[in-house]
């Protein structure tokens, strides 16, 4: 079983930045992944970034490429999205999830997720 909690969201105006963190209790593996989707209201849960836990290889949407990154801390057992120049687009709830074995962008693929943060961008 893995817990996961979320926090540092916000309201930041436009071409600002956050930085959301993930803490996860329970037991991570070398194999494991963790992410970050955002749903924004009306839509359907998207992939934002992922990293693998044991190789740090990254993967992120194109929407967010040279504007987030994502990181993690193996001893705080905590992962980060640091998000700059963030556009009013980015306004969403944000969730990090966990899964066991390798990385996928497809949120079905993820067993554990955390409460969500609110992200608000405004113009």
């Known amino acids: 079983q893995v817990q996961l909690v979320e926090s540092g969201g916000g309201l930041v105006q436009n071409g600002g930045s956050l930085r959301l963190s993930c803490a996860a209790s329970?037991?991570?593996?070398?194999?494991?992944?963790m992410g970050w989707f955002r749903q924004a209201p009306g839509k359907e849960r998207a992939f934002v970034a992922a990293i693998s836990w044991g190789s740090e290889r990254t993967y992120y949407a194109d929407s967010v490429k040279g504007r987030f990154t994502i990181s993690r801390d193996k001893a705080k057992n905590t992962v980060y999205l640091e998000m700059n120049s963030l556009k009013p687009e980015d306004t969403a709830v944000y969730y990090c999830?966990?899964?066991?074995?390798?990385?996928?962008?497809?949120?079905?693929?993820?067993?554990?997720w955390g409460q969500g943060t609110q992200v608000s961008v405004s113009s």
């Open positions: 999830a966990f899964r066991p074995l390798g990385v996928r962008t497809n949120p079905r693929d993820y067993d554990y």
């Open positions: 329970g037991r991570t593996f070398s194999s494991s992944a």
